[in-house]
């Protein structure tokens, strides 16, 4: 069996030398110019080099090292006729879980009030609503999605999700499909995005869906920035519908120098952390995944080319 590894941004040694581990049978290279025509059976690719496929005629799956493929999709040359995988989970759902409670509380509770409180010398308490003051709804209930609204909703606020079909979720009202999207919208103060970007959920956090939201509302973006319309976002922090975002993803990472962002007092930017792609949990995954297809079983995380996910 012959593995390939090409994903640019991210050091090759330690996930190919622990792919070679897990799999001994296996022959594992990390992809480079030189060696692009050295075909492979299973390729692991992160935002791979434009030339990557156009060497490769014979894989048999490709394994996408993150929950998104929207880059991927994008690429030319991605056989669409060669089985895609994401990674489910894999660590991410419990990351995006902390990060979105954090960034929740944070600013329920002014957290972030309180530190500019402290850099001033200030001893002063604020007012604070109740959790109830703070309904949280949740766009996009995939695995890491659910776990985010699970957490969220262990805290005690009033949450809601918002997906293409139903989910049962314990403490989580659900509501499915476009016809359900503006009662979600009018009963959510708190809107987290963890979508997957598609032709449907591009632009989706724009003038028209955040002005349906709570007075007061706050945005959490873990999705991709193309989900939110930036002038948008801050035209409704200027005429105060919007009281501040968190944001992790951006259009240009990293965010350029000057990008009104970096010092919009409303506006808390992390530079795309809210959950990495961890290591030992990908590789397990992903050697489970290619078990299986050994075994001629098709395992979880196809992405359907169709639906963009
Ligand atoms: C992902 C990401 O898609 O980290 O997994 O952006």
């Known amino acids: 069996m012959k593995i390939v590894f090409c994903a640019p941004a991210i050091d090759a040694q330690p996930w190919v030398a622990r792919l070679a581990q897990a799999i001994p049978e296996a022959q594992v290279w990390p992809w480079s110019p030189a060696i692009a025509s050295r075909e492979a059976d299973y390729a692991l690719v992160w935002s791979p080099d434009d030339a990557f496929f156009a060497g490769q005629h014979r894989l048999r799956?490709?394994?996408?090292?993150?929950?998104?493929?929207?880059?991927?999709?994008?690429?030319p040359g991605?056989?669409?006729e060669v089985p895609l995988f994401r990674l489910d989970d894999a660590g991410k759902a419990q990351q995006m879980a902390e990060y979105v409670c954090h960034a929740l509380i944070d600013h329920a509770r002014h957290f972030d009030g309180f530190a500019a409180q402290q850099r001033a010398g200030l001893w002063r308490e604020l007012a604070v609503e109740g959790r109830t003051a703070f309904p949280v709804g949740v766009m996009g209930?995939?695995?890491?999605?659910?776990?985010v609204a699970q957490a969220v909703a262990s805290f005690g606020y009033p949450v809601l999700g918002w997906s293409r079909s139903r989910k049962l979720i314990a403490g989580v009202e659900s509501r499915a499909g476009p016809d359900e999207f503006d009662a979600f919208l009018h009963a959510t103060r708190v809107l987290v995005c963890v979508l997957p970007l598609t032709a449907q959920t591009d632009g989706i956090v724009n003038a028209a869906s955040l002005r349906k939201l709570k007075a007061g509302a706050y945005v959490i973006n873990v999705g991709r920035s193309a989900h939110v319309v930036d002038a948008d976002l801050l035209a409704q922090i200027e005429v105060g519908h919007v009281a501040g975002a968190?944001?992790?993803?951006?259009?240009?990472?990293?965010?350029?120098?000057g990008h009104v962002f970096w010092r919009h007092p409303n506006i808390r930017v992390t530079p795309h952390i809210a959950?990495?792609?961890?290591?030992?949990?990908s590789i397990d995954q992903i050697t489970a995944k290619i078990r299986a297809i050994e075994r001629g079983e098709v395992p979880s995380g196809r992405v359907d080319f169709g639906r963009g996910y």
Request: net charge negative; hydrophobic share 50%.
């Open 141 to 147: 209930l995939g695995s890491i999605g659910a776990r």
């Open 275 to 281: 959950a990495n792609t961890g290591l030992d949990a």
């Open 78 to 80: 991605l056989p669409h």
């Open 246 to 257: 968190a944001l992790d993803v951006f259009d240009t990472e990293p965010l350029p120098g």
């Open 61 to 75: 799956a490709v394994f996408n090292m993150g929950a998104g493929v929207d880059r991927l999709l994008g690429l």
